[in-house]
């Protein structure tokens, strides 16, 4: 008989979430609401600040350079997700098939980018795509493409295009341990049975897992979808927003308006205004997968 | 009883890491910088009151200038002749300090003495958070007289004065390649804009990149470059009058035909096409490459350039500045000059703090430190007492020379209100890349102008 897991005490919930809940509510939760509360002031800082209403909101809503900004973290959104999600799943596939050889060395070298800091990320890749010295250019070179060849970060007409390739990447290893996790929990009785019945690899994973996996599927483009919404440092190392603003994302631009230009309770209400986005992308990209799970 | 030691710790541990959160930052406690803290003990004959001084500052570069290498002298010299000040002192690099300080602005926690420019003034003044510098320079005897004419001008708010000044000097000086010249069949440096385009077409002719210009942070392009072809198209009262509101625009023709002829230079290809994406180190690593013939920066280039540049460069290398445009209203010899930086006095000191501060701003940018700035090769606000010609890089005395024969007038990035400075340095990118036209570039300035008006 199976020993029963003992229920732990209330005291033994708030001793072990208390700090980290603390720490959430202080670090997460508190700043918007002060940022709420910054966003019905002229305040550039010190101890000067004026109540000025709503005026902040008006000016958001008529912001042009908000509103192309919001379009270019769109932009960004759809490239990594079909990117990061899409590449997790197929790489995920492709590390459960039989076929593969040295699994684990594939496994560690497309997640170890997860754990390296975005500023790094960002600056090894400007290196990459320095038009001179740069591997990108390089590796161009060495196979015949000198055609190819162009200054990757100061064109405006594929610079989101070359801003999102290395967000990408980087985050491919995440989906890729999450789907590989939820494959690996459908039971292998399916796999055998559909194999008896003659399904093939193809088969498998288009009737069974990508069916099983599916609620696993919506919690990781959720999450990159929320992710992308607060990109900030790739672009900042990469372009720091140029050439121009063809780069800008809105975390970007709430730090440049609250630093560079010191309005800091306008930027207060940029951030007011990405969380809400934020909110409405999200969970208009719930109401589109939609709430069924696949039985 | 060890299950209520536990929850006491844990307990302890929540509180205090919130309680880490909350407290009041003081400026001298951070140690995630370069952080020093001492207070001599050798006795002199400084006032016997203990006083504790914080200081914030952006002399932290691995590439280390003059400023900083003169400022290290003059700090440890600070410290040993007044031991009654606890000195505390926080050092951050460039691009990180501002976005620091303006933090310590916003929460109202400034140290007592910091380095800020010009445009951060009116914000601060209006809040009571700064005090004006020149009864703290009257506090040290002998400072005031020691400065060069026209130091104060980057810092004047409602025509007092809020910053002392360390430095002073041109912001536009184009190293260029003799050796590439005269592979290109270019004598000298052009005397003329005509020639200069002339040149820049034969430089092109050979493969070389004309200019190499590293635009990622901004401000290279427009203030290093298009600010001095403004002055060449229009004159310095240009302008003062707009600066002031006496009924210049953005939109006057001479100003349109500048920021187009610059448009023109950037789609002719004189710069690198990468321009937008390096930054101001990375154009120099250009040049000493022998890929470009010239690149454009501050003053504050110059003891860089003799460090770093292999010795070939720096044999061929010379200073110049852009020459006359033919039939426009400016002049050949203005230079765009700046102290840029000062040091700033918060409010709220205690009197033995301001005369702690104003002893401090007399090393830190006195007779003594100008003397080893000029050392340093580089430009002091301060007129220095001791300069020995004789040892000087062949560079530096061409940048002297340089300075000597320029008229100086204003560097607008240092001036104009941010919202101004920020149209200008992203739009700048735009025109460079040609999405955006010199009309267009123009119109978007004189709004942001307009907007300070209301």
């Known amino acids: 008989m199976a020993k029963k897991l003992k229920s732990p005490k209330p005291l033994t919930f708030v001793l072990f979430l208390g700090p980290i809940l603390a720490l959430f509510l202080f670090m997460v939760v508190l700043p918007i609401f002060v940022s709420a509360y910054y966003s019905f002031f002229d305040w550039t800082g010190g101890k000067t600040m004026n109540f000025t209403g709503l005026a902040n909101y008006m000016e958001l809503a008529k912001d042009r350079e908000f509103w192309m900004s919001a379009w270019n973290n769109i932009q960004i959104i759809v490239l990594c997700t079909i990117g990061q999600v899409g590449l997790g799943l197929v790489v995920s596939f492709l590390l459960i098939s039989r076929g593969l050889k040295f699994k684990e060395f594939h496994r560690t070298v497309i997640f170890f980018p997860v754990v390296v800091s975005a500023i790094v990320i960002g600056f090894v890749w400007s290196l990459m795509y320095n038009k001179d010295f740069g591997l990108v250019n390089w590796f161009l070179t060495l196979v015949g493409g000198e055609k190819l060849i162009l200054p990757w970060l100061d064109n405006p007409s594929y610079i989101i295009l070359t801003v999102s390739l290395p967000i990408v990447l980087q985050f491919v290893g995440l989906y890729m341990i999450m789907f590989m996790g939820a494959i690996k929990s459908i039971p292998d009785e399916i796999f055998e049975c559909s194999g008896l019945d003659g399904c093939n690899e193809l088969q498998k994973s288009f009737y069974i897992t990508l069916p099983m996996i599916y609620d696993t599927f919506k919690v990781a483009i959720m999450i990159c979808v929320s992710g992308t919404m607060k990109v900030f440092d790739h672009i900042l190392v990469l372009t720091n927003g140029g050439p121009g603003k063809s780069s800008q994302v809105l975390a970007l631009y709430a730090y440049n308006i609250s630093f560079d230009r010191m309005r800091l309770s306008y930027g207060s209400t940029i951030a007011i205004g990405i969380l809400v986005l934020s909110l409405l992308i999200t969970l208009s990209s719930r109401a589109a997968l939609g709430g069924k799970r696949y039985e | 009883m060890k299950r209520k030691i536990s929850i006491g710790l844990v307990l302890c541990l929540s509180f205090g890491i919130i309680a880490a959160g909350c407290g009041n930052s003081n400026v001298a406690t951070d140690t995630s910088t370069s952080t ?419």
């Open chain 2, 36 to 454: 020093t803290e001492s207070t001599a003990s050798a006795s002199s004959a400084a006032p016997a009151e203990k006083v504790t001084l914080s200081v914030f500052g952006m002399f932290n570069t691995p590439d280390a200038d003059a400023n900083l290498k003169s400022f290290d002298v003059m700090k440890k010299k600070f410290v040993a002749d007044f031991p009654n000040v606890t000195f505390k002192e926080e050092q951050i690099p460039h691009d990180e300090f501002e976005t620091k300080m303006k933090t310590y602005a916003a929460a109202n926690e400034l140290p007592n003495v910091f380095e800020l420019k010009g445009t951060m003034i009116p914000g601060l003044v209006d809040n009571s958070q700064i005090v004006e510098i020149d009864p703290i320079i009257a506090m040290a005897p002998g400072l005031k007289e020691g400065y060069k004419a026209g130091v104060f001008d980057d810092f004047l708010y409602k025509a007092k004065a809020y910053a002392a000044p360390f430095q002073m000097g041109n912001n536009h000086n184009v190293f260029w390649n003799e050796e590439i010249f005269k592979e290109c069949g270019i004598d000298a440096f052009p005397t003329t804009w005509k020639d200069f385009l002339g040149a820049i077409e034969k430089i092109k002719a050979k493969g070389y990149v004309p200019i190499a210009m590293g635009n990622k942070g901004k401000w290279v392009a427009e203030s290093l470059i298009y600010n001095t072809i403004v002055y060449r198209y229009a004159p310095v009262d240009w302008y003062l009058n707009l600066r002031d509101g006496k009924g210049a625009k953005w939109t006057d023709t001479e100003i349109v035909e500048a920021t187009n002829e610059f448009a023109k230079m950037a789609k002719n290809g004189t710069f690198n096409t990468d321009m937008n994406s390096i930054d101001n180190i990375q154009q120099c690593t250009l040049y000493y490459n022998k890929k470009a013939a010239m690149f454009i920066e501050g003053f504050w280039a110059v003891d860089p350039v003799c460090a770093e540049a292999p010795a070939d460069v720096l044999k061929a290398t010379h200073i110049a500045q852009f020459p006359a445009v033919e039939g426009a209203k400016g002049a050949g010899n203005v230079n765009q000059a700046a102290a840029g930086w000062g040091w700033a006095v918060s409010s709220n000191l205690s009197d033995g703090q301001k005369t702690a501060v104003a002893n401090f701003i007399k090393y830190a940018t006195g007779v003594d430190y100008a003397n080893l700035v000029v050392a340093n090769r580089g430009l002091p606000a301060s007129k220095p007492t001791k300069v020995d010609k004789a040892s000087m890089p062949a560079l530096y005395s061409e940048l002297l020379k340089l300075n000597d024969e320029s008229v100086f007038a204003p560097v607008f990035d240092v001036q104009l209100a941010p919202n101004v400075v920020d149209a200008l340095y992203s739009n700048m990118q735009e025109l460079l890349i040609g999405s955006m036209s010199g009309e267009k570039y123009c119109e978007l300035a004189q709004i942001e102008m307009d907007k300070n008006k209301k």
